[in-house]
């Protein structure tokens, strides 16, 4: 008997941690109500088991749960908090009431920009007792912001601490994008634990020590990079040249991209900025690297390249 109980509980850890992302959003996304912080890590708590689990639980329900608020994006409200203090433990306090006023009005509201998904994300941690930080940088969401480095952040996100590791997560980006001027929630598992050897080709901290598990690069590097979008980053094609996100034209005012590992039967297509026509282009095989060459219209900025109806990257035209 003893060795069956034994064997018995062995099996459910081993089920516990090999908890999905799926099995745990179907958890989640019962959660009904509008539910504190601390009712939601009351009940994540209760339901799981694993510091990975309710890592996976939060994430899941901010995502589900907290939808982008596009008019504080496009209109943004001053925010400048000041506060005197006399003590280092008084002035954590008042840092303290900021960050829950974000979170309560961003549960309340069940809307906030990536401060409130990041502030929320951080604050149910704490209460499950997961090491975590509000990271601060930079992120590049449109061809706007190519080859123009910015003076100040315009993102935050989270590293959380898990198994002795810093993993990094998005719950803004996890949880959709704005498309023609509207918000779409779209889950991505993608921002949750975002691989570390891609995580510089959207993200940069302010603080250099997040960058670190990553590499190293300049803030002129990173707005000088292409424009990665998803479905790029979670596929396996690599783009080998440009190793800018800038385009140069030839003498015969065409441009070309170099990648590696495309599908044969990919749908490849381009598109300018200001034509709502997407052109089918060929590619070429040529030892084991696919070659797309086009040619772009005289007064044409911008570039996005289309794989199988998604727009993958993104390109300035010189």
Not at 2 to 22: D, E, G, N, P, R
Not at 40 to 46: D, F, V
Not at 264 to 289: C, E, M, T, W
Not at 291 to 308: G, N, R
């Amino acid at each position: 008997m003893k060795l069956y109980s034994t064997f018995l509980f062995l099996l459910f850890s081993f089920c516990t941690l090999a908890q999905s992302m799926q099995e745990v959003k179907a958890v989640t996304d019962t959660y009904s109500g509008l539910l504190t912080a601390e009712k939601l890590a009351n009940r994540i708590n209760t339901d799981f088991k694993t510091n990975d689990a309710k890592i996976k639980a939060v994430y899941c329900w901010i995502t589900k749960n907290i939808r982008y608020d596009l008019e504080e994006f496009f209109n943004p409200t001053r925010k400048e908090f000041r506060f005197s203090y006399q003590t280092e433990e008084e002035k954590n306090q008042k840092l303290l009431a900021i960050k829950n006023n974000t979170v309560k009005k961003t549960l309340q509201s069940r809307k906030g920009v990536c401060e409130g998904y990041a502030q929320t994300f951080s604050k149910i941690c704490d209460l499950l007792s997961i090491e975590n930080e509000v990271v601060a940088g930079y992120v590049k969401p449109t061809y706007a912001y190519l080859g123009k480095p910015l003076a100040q952040a315009n993102h935050a996100w989270n590293a959380v601490k898990l198994n002795d590791e810093w993993i990094f997560i998005d719950t803004t980006w996890g949880a959709g994008f704005e498309v023609n001027g509207k918000w779409k929630r779209q889950f991505n598992q993608y921002y949750f634990n975002i691989p570390k050897n891609k995580l510089l080709k959207t993200h940069l901290a302010e603080k250099s020590i997040w960058n670190l598990q990553a590499g190293s690069i300049t803030k002129e590097l990173f707005f000088n990079q292409p424009i990665y979008k998803t479905p790029f980053l979670q596929s396996d094609v690599v783009l080998v040249k440009p190793n800018t996100g800038k385009l140069q034209k030839n003498n015969n005012g065409l441009v070309t991209i170099l990648v590696n590992k495309l599908p044969p039967a990919s749908d490849v297509r381009v598109g300018f900025l200001g034509n709502p026509y997407a052109q089918k282009v060929s590619v070429i095989n040529k030892q084991n690297q696919q070659i797309i060459t086009v040619k772009p219209p005289a007064d044409a900025q911008y570039l996005f390249l289309i794989i199988d109806n998604e727009v993958v990257l993104t390109f300035l035209i010189d």
